[in-house]
């Protein structure tokens, strides 16, 4: 396949991959506001950070006023399974695949480009990646930008309310595997748990948010890791 077919049809897969992209983006859009940023701050957010839980997380470190250090290691650590997807996902590429568009490549990979991404038959064609990119990392920051606009003009009460529409994201995105898997409907009882009894126990609840997140983030995975690690067959 050439580069200009791969490009069309990374654009054909992205565009629906966009359209979900931007009605969530919409949502943190109106977290950023609340954590203080301006539309231009948030696109800019959204464009480097290419993550929703990811992002979540960094506005809301943002709005606790946590350090430069809590942020950048909490952001590491909650896109941290973007580094196992590049690994992946460079050995789709043919061996005469220059460093630059490796580079360019996982600077966009996201859980549902990577998921298009691998799914190709044969050597993947970066340029199948720069159009799913070409789509979704635009709409992305887009949508981030008018989630903070729709916040600085509507009521408070409305701002709230629509806040509360990635909660359910969140939901929407934990419950289907936990029902088919019972050591991740195990892992999100635990970590909310956790969560409430880290926020009233005496020492750990004056940690700031960040790090309480980053704690239980890596203790957590580690422990479920140790405990239940993925077969060869999956």
């Known amino acids: 396949m050439n580069n200009k077919s791969a490009f069309l049809n990374g654009l054909a897969a992205g565009i629906p ?14 977290v950023a506001r609340k954590a203080g940023l301006n539309p231009l701050q948030g696109f800019v957010a959204s464009w480097f950070n290419l993550a929703s839980a990811g992002e979540y997380a960094l506005f809301n470190a943002i709005e606790q006023l946590v350090t430069y250090f809590e942020v950048a290691l909490i952001t590491f650590v909650v896109n941290a399974r973007y580094l196992l997807m590049s690994c992946a996902l460079s050995q789709r590429f043919s061996a005469e695949t220059p460093f ?44 981030t930008s008018l989630g903070i606009i729709a916040g600085n003009m509507l009521p408070a009460m409305v ?25 991740i ?19 750990v609840r004056e940690l700031s948010s960040g790090n309480r997140t980053i704690i239980l983030t890596v203790a957590i995975s580690a422990v479920l890791a140790y405990l239940k690690p993925i077969s060869n067959e999956q």
């Open 159 to 183: 701002v709230n309310a629509l806040s509360v529409a990635l909660y359910g994201m969140f939901i929407a995105i934990i419950i289907p595997p936990a029902k088919k898997n019972m050591t």
């Open 100 to 143: 630059f568009h490796r580079f360019l490549v996982a600077f966009g990979i996201t859980d549902e480009i990577f998921g298009v991404s691998i799914a190709q038959t044969g050597a993947l064609n970066p340029f199948y990646n720069y159009g799913a990119m070409a789509v979704a990392v635009p709409l992305w920051s887009i949508g």
């Open 185 to 203: 409907a195990a892992a999100v009882v635990v970590s909310f748990a956790l969560s409430w009894g880290f926020s009233v126990l005496p020492f």
């Open 17 to 30: 991959i966009g359209l979900g992209y931007f009605a969530v983006s919409f949502s943190l859009g109106i």
